[in-house]
Every structure is written in C-alpha cells, then in structure tokens.
C-alpha cells in the first residue's frame, strides 16, 4: 500500500512538471505570444529585415510613392524610376521615368523610413503622409509581397545608380 502510494506521488509529481515546463516555454522572453524583435532602427530595416523580406520572395521596386488613408487601411502607389548616370547634369545622373505604376496596400505590420530635417527616421504612415507632402519626389526602395507594401525605404539616388 505504501509503495504503491508512493507510486502515485511520484507519477503525480512528475506530471506536474512536466506540465509547467511545457507550459510555461523554454526560457525565451516573449511579448504576448511573440518572442520580443530587436529594436526598429534605420540600419536594422535596411539590412536584416530587408534581406528577410528579399529571402521571402519581395518584389523591390524604386520610385515615388503615394500614400492614401482608406477606412482602416493605406493604399500605396508606386511610379516605377530609374537612377540613370550622365555626365550631362551636374549630379551625374538622371532620373527617368519607366511608365510603370503598381499600386498595393500597405501591410499591417509595414515599416517605413523618411527623411526628417536631412536625417532618415523610421516613421509611422499617419506621419509618412504628412512629410510626404514636402518632398513628393523623393525616391523609395518599396518591398511588396504579393499586393502588399511591407517596407518603404527612403533612398537617396546616388545610392542607387546602375551603369
């Protein structure tokens, strides 16, 4: 009868044990029911995440963009340009126009970058319309995934020129 108790208690035991292990995961600190990202910087978005996105599958476009609230959502419109070297302007470059336009919405958990006062920030899409409207012509690097914009990167031309 004692062995048999003790049996029990052992069974018992380590059932709860095993349970909380399970339950409670393996040590990694989590937010929610996620495990926590690293901070959301510039340098962060314009590497890792972005060579994340370029892994997934992303289609990368570079041109202007347009940003439209909806109800609950953003629309984004992309109009296609390409960095072109000349030596005929004082830049060293043109840039040119491809006639190609593609529009998409702008992910849920989309990042975007803009340049503030001549500095790059990661910004929130309420404040990428507002900033917007001062330099519309400022060029982007857009990640879509599928019909989704999933990071919008401001990129300087210079940076981006194709011989």
Excluded: W
């Amino acid at each position: 009868m004692m062995n048999k108790l003790k049996g029990l208690s052992f069974v018992f035991l380590a059932v709860v044990i095993f349970s909380m292990s399970v339950l409670t995961g393996c040590g990694e600190e989590k937010s929610g029911n996620t495990i926590n990202e690293p901070e959301i910087t510039v340098d962060y978005l314009r590497t890792d995440y972005a060579q994340q996105l370029t892994t997934d599958g992303a289609e990368i476009m570079l041109g202007t963009v347009e940003l439209n609230k909806n109800e609950d959502s953003y629309n984004v419109t992309i109009t296609e340009k390409e960095v072109v070297p000349s030596s005929s302007y004082d830049e060293g470059y043109y840039i040119a126009d491809t006639n190609v336009t593609k529009g998409a919405t702008l992910g849920s958990d989309a990042r975007m970058t803009c340049q503030v006062d001549g500095k790059e920030q990661v910004i929130k899409a309420g404040d990428f319309i507002k900033n917007h409207e001062n330099n519309p012509e400022q060029l982007y690097t857009v990640y879509l995934m599928g019909d989704s914009a999933e990071l919008i990167l401001a990129t300087e031309p210079k940076d981006v020129i194709t011989e």
